[in-house]
């Protein structure tokens, strides 16, 4: 189980699952474009993640493990990417 503070984006439990995918693999893209290399472990976590739900917290952990300015941009692109227009 993931806690809930680490509910976000494609790690909310009650996602539809093709709504999962697809925040996974904006995940991945933005991982690899602003990153590469040095996502490389966050990239094959959120691809495993992609083909199974039960890989989430693996893929979750490897958020966390990047360095600081690594996991800044990634999410901060990830946020303002998906942010709801008008909130």
């Known amino acids: ?7 976000w984006g494609p ?3 009650r996602l539809d699952p ?3 995918l697809l925040r996974l693999r904006t995940l991945h893209v933005i991982a690899r474009l602003l990153c590469g290399h040095r996502a490389e472990t966050l990239i094959d976590a959120l691809s495993e993640a992609e083909a199974t739900e ?3 917290p693996t893929a979750l952990a ?3 493990r990047l360095d600081a300015l ?4 990634i999410l901060g692109t990830y946020a303002a990417i998906t942010k709801r227009r008008g909130a």
């Open 11 to 13: 790690f909310h439990p």
């Open 70 to 73: 690594d996991r800044r941009k």
């Open 54 to 56: 039960t890989a989430l």
């Open 1 to 7: 189980m993931i806690p809930l503070a680490n509910q």
């Open 62 to 64: 490897a958020v966390d």
């Open 18 to 20: 093709s709504e999962r």
